[in-house]
């Protein structure tokens, strides 16, 4: 069974740009979160997806972010436009109800 | 005061040593308890979790969790190079709650042979 992925694996884009991440959960996995993870920081919440809507989304920093889940599948984050201090891993997780939530490999964003 | 604190090391400890790795956290509500593991370049894994207060045991790795004091702890006997890796520390609130999990920063353990 194909785990969670993530693309791209790294992405370096210049201030001002848009950046979009793709995730695509494990099938059959409703819950889908988004986290980030500064250098040197923990690993912060995003957002939560259960299927096509909008859990939670409290830990979204700003506007500049937007987060899709289209049809309940995939997910997209966006990121427009991108400022320094959106350089990080950014995680993508999926569970079935309040059990183990299985993570991406993450992608890596820097933003020059 | 953040929610969880966790020293990232790193931690550098002989093959075949017991590794003990803490975490405390300031807010009682807290009722899920878990530790995840991370390779590099890889995302995190949750290796175990326990509700509430007391042990837990895995084969080699074994849980605490003392409540009274806001600390948890993960034991790992009989060390492997295969270890090393960083173990993050993650809690949430559980039943009538979130159950997303606020994380610590992670410890960097090392395993040599």
């Known amino acids: 069974e194909a785990g969670v992925t993530q693309f791209p694996s790294h992405s370096v884009i210049e201030k001002g740009q848009t950046v979009t991440l793709r995730c695509d959960p494990i099938?059959?996995?409703?819950?889908l979160y988004w986290y980030r993870r500064v250098m040197g920081k923990e690993i912060k919440f995003l957002l939560h997806?259960?299927?096509?809507?909008?859990?939670?989304e409290s830990g979204m920093p700003n506007n500049r972010f937007l987060a899709e889940r289209t049809g309940g599948t995939y997910s997209t984050l966006k990121v427009q436009p991108a400022e320094l201090e959106d350089s990080g891993v950014y995680f993508c997780?999926?569970?079935?109800?309040?059990?183990?939530?299985?993570f991406g490999q993450g992608t890596r964003l820097t933003v020059v | 005061q953040k929610e969880v604190e966790q020293d990232p090391g790193p931690l550098s400890v002989p093959e075949g040593a017991i590794v003990s790795l803490n975490c405390t956290y300031s807010?009682?509500?807290?009722?899920?308890f878990m530790w995840y593991r991370q390779y590099s370049r890889k995302g995190p894994e949750l290796l175990m979790y326990?509700?509430?207060?007391g042990n837990k045991e895995d084969g080699r790795f074994t849980a605490q969790v003392d409540k009274s004091s806001k600390y948890i702890s993960l034991f790992i006997r009989d060390s492997q190079p295969s270890d090393s890796a960083t173990y993050l520390c993650?809690?949430?609130?559980?039943?009538?709650?979130?159950?997303?999990?606020?994380f610590g920063r992670g410890t960097s353990l090392i395993v040599h042979p």
């Open positions: 997806f259960v299927k096509e809507s909008k859990q939670d």
């Open positions: 993650a809690m949430s609130y559980g039943p009538g709650g979130s159950y997303i999990p606020t």
């Open positions: 997780a999926s569970s079935q109800e309040h059990t183990e939530a299985f």
């Open positions: 099938s059959g996995h409703d819950n």
């Open positions: 807010n009682s509500a807290f009722q899920y």
């Open positions: 326990t509700y509430s207060s």
